[in-house]
């Protein structure tokens, strides 16, 4: 699976950007699709998820300001992010997750948020 995420950029605080993520190379359904975010020293954490039913998963951090969407036809998901923080800023990796095959990441994509 090759995950081509686009959307990342320079907001300021209060603002809105919308990730982008779409899949190819599947061939079966893929299970979960979701967001990543990484600052330096940090590890990798979740920021939302939503499998193939509509179920979604979101950290406490982000609840209430940022919501996933998920095109199955088109393997895509999206993220939108509304009254960015500072504290957002962070290189964000799109994931899928198939039941057979596991992980998938995308390339990451910077979201700066900063006046």
């Known amino acids: 699976v090759q995950l081509q995420a686009s959307g990342g950029g320079l907001v300021q605080p209060g603002g809105s950007l919308r990730l982008s993520c779409v899949a190819s190379?599947?061939?079966?359904?893929?299970?979960?699709m979701g967001w990543y975010r990484q600052t330096p020293g940090n590890q990798r954490e979740l920021v939302a998820i939503?499998?193939?039913?509509?179920?979604?998963n979101y950290a406490d951090p982000v609840k209430g300001r940022f919501t996933i969407s998920r095109d199955n036809a088109k393997n895509t998901v999206y993220l939108q992010m509304n009254r960015l923080k500072p504290e957002d800023k962070a290189v964000y990796y799109c994931?899928?997750?198939?039941?057979?095959?596991?992980?998938?990441w995308g390339q990451g994509t910077l979201v700066t948020v900063s006046s």
């Open positions: 190379g599947s061939g079966t359904s893929i299970n979960q």
């Open positions: 994931n899928a997750w198939k039941r057979d095959a596991g992980d998938f």
């Open positions: 939503q499998n193939r039913f509509g179920g979604t």
